[in-house]
């Protein structure tokens, strides 16, 4: 069995400062994580993926992620923040066989002016 | 890509009724999942078919609940006599054949309020 532990329910940054999303992981197998983000009433955005390549993982908008495994981390980086980033972020894990998703419980991102 | 597509977007219903929601996956996606989201909650993983097969049911689906996908196109989630704790955000997903590096694509989902 797999599951995610998202270390912060909110994060609130000014705009033009970094971001991170804190993300561990605990999974039997070699996991596949992803990072998605959820506007209000919209359906979730990928960001980015790891699936075993490269552990620095660059994604859409700017974001990018890091996987250790000596860590069990999974977190979300952007080195500077923009009004359009404040959303809800989920932090994802895969089972072995890339069918069920299994989410974190999600970070709100703030972005103040 | 034209997305995946759920309809409706909303849907508001007395207890006790049934409902039933649509997606219509990305057209060369033969796989497809449905979550659960409940306020402020990640979404949870409920069902999932391989073409018109479903492989796979998680225990939050109740026997009230069922999923079809006739001819491995669009699915259908019905719900019947339904119960507040129904409320929730609906979504579908589908992604290429299996493999770890196939993401799911998203829908905009349903919300459903039950009165």
């Known amino acids: 069995a797999q599951s995610v532990t998202q270390l912060d329910s909110h994060v609130s940054v000014s705009e033009g400062t970094p971001v991170l999303l804190r993300c561990n992981y605990s999974?039997?197998?070699?996991?596949?994580l992803f990072w998605y983000v959820q506007h209000p009433n919209k359906g979730l955005q990928l960001l980015l993926k790891y699936t075993s390549a490269a552990t620095l993982v660059k994604g859409i908008n700017g974001f990018e992620a890091e996987f250790k495994k000596s860590e069990t981390s999974f977190h979300l980086t952007k080195p500077s923040a923009h009004m359009s980033d404040a959303a809800e972020y989920f932090c994802v894990v895969s089972d072995n066989a890339g069918n069920m998703l299994t989410f974190g419980g999600g970070t709100r991102l703030m972005v103040k002016p | 890509d034209t997305g995946v597509s759920q309809n409706p977007r909303h849907k508001i219903t007395k207890r006790g009724q049934n409902v039933t929601f649509r997606c219509d996956p990305i057209s060369e996606h033969n796989r497809l999942y449905w979550y659960r989201q409940t306020l402020g909650q990640g979404p949870e993983f409920l069902t999932y078919f391989q073409n018109e097969a479903q492989l796979e049911k998680s225990r939050l689906l109740s026997d009230r609940f069922s999923a079809e996908r006739p001819k491995g196109s669009f699915s259908t989630l019905e719900i019947q006599r339904t119960e507040q704790g129904d409320s929730a955000m609906y979504l579908c997903a589908s992604s290429r054949d299996r493999g770890l590096s196939q993401p799911q694509h998203f829908g905009d989902g349903t919300r459903l309020s039950i009165l």
């Open positions: 999974s039997s197998y070699s996991p596949s």
